[in-house]
């Protein structure tokens, strides 16, 4: 039901259930899935699809912000209730994660510049 408002709107409509998502508490919004069921549904696809890569090969998962924001916190093995720290993340930025000697890594996150100049046939 929170589909198509406008911040205001969605306050102003269900401030309740707002606010209770903003203390961190599992809501429903709108009466979609919880964080954890987003997680949950989404880790095993990249998981699966990680092991697959040949060495040094590398995996582009393309979702909205709050997907990677909980597939990130599940593969870091986060608590759920602090995956809102890894806060947002803008549109057209992307997240990377590798592997670490204890599991996987978060090595960039919300990052939105190229690493190197993109030069075109004519350059």
């Keep these: 039901v929170w589909q198509g408002l406008t911040h205001d709107e969605i306050i102003a409509r269900h401030g309740e ?22 997680a949950d549904r989404a880790a095993p696809v990249v998981l699966r699809h990680a092991e ?12 909205h912000g709050g997907t ?8 870091l093995g986060l608590d759920p209730r602090s995956w809102e720290s890894l806060g947002g993340l803008s549109n057209c930025c992307w997240s990377v994660l590798g592997e670490g000697a ?17 030069l075109g046939d004519d350059d």
């Design 52 to 63: 697959k890569l040949p060495e040094d090969g590398t995996l582009v998962v393309v979702s």
């Design 68 to 75: 990677i924001r909980t597939t990130i916190g599940r593969l």
């Design 17 to 38: 259930e707002y606010a209770a998502w903003k203390r961190g508490e599992p809501v429903r919004r709108g009466g979609g899935e919880l964080e954890t069921e987003v």
């Design 102 to 118: 204890k599991g996987w890594r978060l090595m960039e996150h919300n990052a939105g510049t190229l690493p190197e100049p993109v």
